[in-house]
Structure formats: structure tokens, C-alpha cells
């Protein structure tokens, strides 16, 4: 599989970003000076399952996706997936899913998307991939100086996201006892601000956790759902949508809804990819990488 990287940011298109950390305000002095050749992948919003027009070979480009990352020349520490593994969370979509995913070399992480909770709750997510942490799904970890949250925000399946009290209890308690400097990822499925409400494209109760997060200096925000590349700063904290590894949608406003967006077969895999995050020393590099 040909992969190429895109170095210019270039709005809604999806066309690919590329960026240092810093830029990001990821990297604080700890960060990038504690331990050379740190790296991490996001990849979002698998599908598995999905048979619709605009992609019917869902697993193949996750297979492609999860070929590219471990060709990567300097594997990654680990590996987030941020939500939709699956397309109507049958637990014969988490076994194929899971048997692709296993062949990654790294580690991986998951949060649910929404598609992953459909009649169930999350029961067959939580069976494939367990609870990390102490509540319904979200979870914290810390790595190379950096402290990375895993939020759940897909309670009200294609509204809107939502976080509910629990979980923002156990985020100011998570939050409260780490130094202000202290660099922060954050990742969830739904984007946390208004990125485009009259799609559902936000998080209910968004606000209250940036509220959190913002007296932080150093805080970048990871999600999917929206399955295309976007970007937006609110001061210290910065958010970074990803791609999905099954099909594009379209860009907000420009369609009757969102949905599967279908592209010329020999446009798919560029518009697919995985984001790969670099630190070697003090050069951090950020990128969008495309399957073709």
C-alpha cells in the first residue's frame, strides 16, 4: 500500500496537516526531553461492518491502515483508536475488528463511538475491549512527561455527545492533582466544542470539561467522528479531528446531513489515513498521513 504524507493545512478538504507539537502546545520542556524517539498513532472510525456504497471493503483499508503503521520506520509507543470500531456494534463486527487490530506491533488504546453503543449500552465494546478505568469507559495515563485522558462522549447516539456529571467528577479529580505545566492529550470520539452543532457535531456538556482543561498550558485535543480533517484553537487548547480509516463524509454545511460521503474509487484511500505523532529530542513532528 502507498502511503503519502500532505504538509499544508488546507481547511475542510481533508487533503492532510502537518505541524510540530508545539504548534499544538503539546510539547512542554518535559515532554520532548525525557526520552528521544517517543511516538503515538491515532487512527477512528474503523466501520467495521459498514457495507454501504461508499467504502464496501471497510476491513481492508483498516488492514491497509494497520499494514502502514507497522511499516512506519520508528514504531509508535502505542496507538489510539478514537471510537466507531465498529458500524452496529455486533459482537461478530468486535471479533473481526479485534482479530485486524491484533496485528498491530504497538499497543492500542480505545474509547466508543456512538456506533459502538447501539442496543446495548457498550456491552459487546466492553467485552472485546474491557474497562480501563473506574468508570463507564474513560480513563487516564501518563507517558513521556505527558498526560493523556480518554473521554466517553457518545451517550445520545447521532445528537450530540455527552459527558454527564459522573464522568466530569472524575475528570476535575483526575485533572486536580497534576502541575499546571503539566502537558495534557485528550482524546474522545465527538468533538468537545461547537465544531457544527446543527449536525450533532459537539458535546452537550463540552464546555463544562474545557472549563477544566483550560487553565492548563499545554492542552491538545484528539477526536473523531466527523471523519475528515479539522482544526480549531481556543487559546491554550487546541483540537485536531482525525480521518476515518473507512469512508469520508461530507464538509459541514455542503450536504442535506452527514453521513457516507462517496468519492471516485481512485480518490478513497486519500482520503483515508491515520495521524502519526513524532518526538525525537526537541523535534516533535505531527501528521495526517493518507493510504494513498
Known amino acids: 500500500m502507498k502511503r503519502a504524507s500532505f504538509f499544508e493545512h488546507v481547511g475542510w478538504t481533508g487533503a492532510g496537516i502537518a505541524f510540530t507539537l508545539a504548534d499544538l502546545g503539546i510539547l512542554g520542556t518535559r515532554a520532548g526531553a525525557e526520552d528521544a524517539?517517543?511516538?503515538?498513532?491515532?487512527?477512528?472510525?474503523?466501520?467495521?461492518?459498514?457495507k454501504g456504497a461508499a467504502n464496501p471493503h471497510v476491513s481492508?483499508?483498516?488492514?491497509?491502515?494497520v499494514d502502514a503503521i507497522n511499516a512506519l520506520p520508528v514504531?509508535?509507543?502505542?496507538?489510539?483508536?478514537?471510537?466507531?470500531?465498529?458500524?452496529?456494534?455486533?459482537?461478530a463486527q468486535f471479533d473481526e475488528a479485534?482479530?485486524?487490530?491484533?496485528?498491530?506491533?504497538?499497543?492500542?488504546?480505545?474509547?466508543?463511538?456512538?456506533?459502538?453503543?447501539?442496543?446495548?449500552?457498550?456491552?459487546?465494546?466492553?467485552?472485546?475491549?474491557?474497562?480501563?478505568?473506574?468508570?463507564?469507559g474513560w480513563y487516564s495515563f501518563d507517558s513521556h512527561g505527558i498526560h493523556f485522558v480518554a473521554l466517553v462522549n457518545v451517550f445520545n447516539f447521532e445528537t450530540m455527545g455527552l459527558l454527564g456529571?459522573?464522568?466530569?467528577?472524575?475528570?476535575?479529580?483526575?485533572?486536580?492533582?497534576?502541575?499546571r505545566d503539566t502537558p495534557l492529550v485528550v482524546f474522545g470520539h465527538v468533538p468537545l466544542y461547537a465544531l457544527y452543532p446543527a449536525w450533532g457535531w459537539t458535546t452537550e456538556d463540552?464546555?463544562?470539561?474545557?472549563?477544566?482543561?483550560?487553565?492548563?498550558?499545554?492542552?491538545?485535543?484528539?477526536?473523531?467522528?466527523?471523519?475528515?480533517?479539522?482544526?480549531?484553537?481556543e487559546g491554550t487548547l487546541r483540537f485536531a479531528t482525525?480521518?476515518?480509516?473507512?469512508?469520508?463524509?461530507?464538509?459541514?454545511?455542503?450536504?442535506?446531513?452527514p453521513g457516507p460521503l462517496a468519492v471516485a474509487p481512485d480518490r478513497l484511500l486519500g482520503v483515508l489515513g491515520f495521524r502519526t505523532v513524532e518526538v525525537t529530542g526537541d523535534d516533535v513532528r505531527f501528521e495526517d498521513r493518507a493510504l494513498q
Open 60 to 65: 481492508a483499508t483498516l488492514s491497509a491502515t
Open 37 to 50: 524517539g517517543f511516538s503515538f498513532v491515532q487512527i477512528s472510525d474503523s466501520h467495521i461492518g459498514f
Open 206 to 233: 463540552g464546555a463544562k470539561a474545557l472549563e477544566l482543561l483550560r487553565p492548563f498550558a499545554n492542552v491538545t485535543v484528539l477526536n473523531g467522528h466527523i471523519h475528515q480533517i479539522v482544526t480549531h484553537r
Open 98 to 136: 479485534k482479530s485486524i487490530l491484533a496485528m498491530l506491533k504497538a499497543p492500542l488504546f480505545t474509547i466508543p463511538g456512538e456506533h459502538d453503543v447501539i442496543g446495548d449500552a457498550g456491552k459487546a465494546y466492553f467485552d472485546s475491549f474491557g474497562k480501563k478505568g473506574p468508570g463507564d
Open 242 to 257: 482525525a480521518r476515518s480509516t473507512a469512508y469520508p463524509q461530507p464538509e459541514p454545511g455542503k450536504a442535506d446531513k
Open 75 to 91: 514504531q509508535p509507543s502505542f496507538v489510539l483508536h478514537t471510537g466507531d470500531v465498529t458500524h452496529l456494534a455486533k459482537p
Open 165 to 179: 456529571t459522573n464522568q466530569l467528577e472524575w475528570l476535575a479529580k483526575d485533572l486536580a492533582a497534576l502541575h
